[in-house]
T-cell receptor, first 115, second 110 residues
């Protein structure tokens, strides 16, 4: 089975711009979640989608948004980028249900640098 | 609110010494607990989960509901165990938000 795939892997944006990151989950996984990873804050939960519906949301401003498509692929968008948004953005997928429903599998991440 | 605390940012041990990575949690109910590991230049990956009661790469973790802890242990550390370790928690059942601790860097000294 192919793992979680994220694109792009690296990108540099200017403050004020917006960015869209893409994630393809493991085949058969219906839940996709996004995390921001920084050295100071560790892994912070952004949001989680299941069957195109946002199920859970973390404590991030409205500039951070996401969506999930019918094929379970997901995108997250950050508008009006700030320097503090520089981070590794991780996508993870999980079956979403069943006894191992919450076991998540991570992608390699998208490194975002805001200058 | 669910919270995971990993009190040590860095833990250094000598090869062959026992390892214990601490994890305490806050959750009202019966949580699911996990340990994830990130080796250098690799993606974050599941190490073990408490519901499976498994031992992976010599690591074990026991859920102590009284102390709300899920410490990760290994009797004899190996150099290849050097990595970042994250404790994580979710509610039972599906569709749950998974909360991570800030992580502990384990450094095994040869």
């Amino acid at each position: 089975k192919a793992g979680v795939t994220q694109t792009p892997r690296y990108l540099i944006k200017t403050r004020g711009q917006q960015v869209t990151l893409s994630c393809s989950p493991i085949s058969g996984h219906r839940s996709v979640s996004w995390y921001q990873q920084t050295p100071g804050q560790g892994l912070q939960f952004l949001f989680e989608y299941f069957s195109e519906t946002q199920r859970n949301k973390g404590n991030f401003p409205g500039r951070f948004s996401g969506r999930q498509f019918s094929n379970s692929r997901s995108e997250m968008n950050v508008s009006t980028l700030e320097l503090g948004d520089s981070a590794l953005y991780l996508c993870a997928s999980s079956p979403g249900q069943g006894i191992i429903g919450n076991t998540i599998y991570f992608g390699e991440g998208s490194w975002l640098t805001v200058v | 609110a669910q919270r995971v605390t990993q009190p040590e940012k860095l833990l250094s041990v000598f090869k062959g010494a026992p390892v214990e990575l601490k994890c305490n949690y806050s959750y009202s109910g019966s949580p699911e607990l996990f340990w994830y590991v990130q080796y250098s230049r690799q993606r974050l990956q599941l190490l073990l989960r408490h519901i499976s009661r498994e031992s992976i790469k010599g690591f074990t973790a026991d859920l102590n509901k009284g102390e709300t802890s899920f410490h990760l242990k290994k009797p004899f550390a190996q150099e290849e165990d050097s990595a970042m370790y994250y404790c994580a928690l979710s509610g039972p059942g599906g569709y749950q938000k998974v909360t991570f601790g800030i992580g502990t860097k384990l450094q095994v000294i040869p």
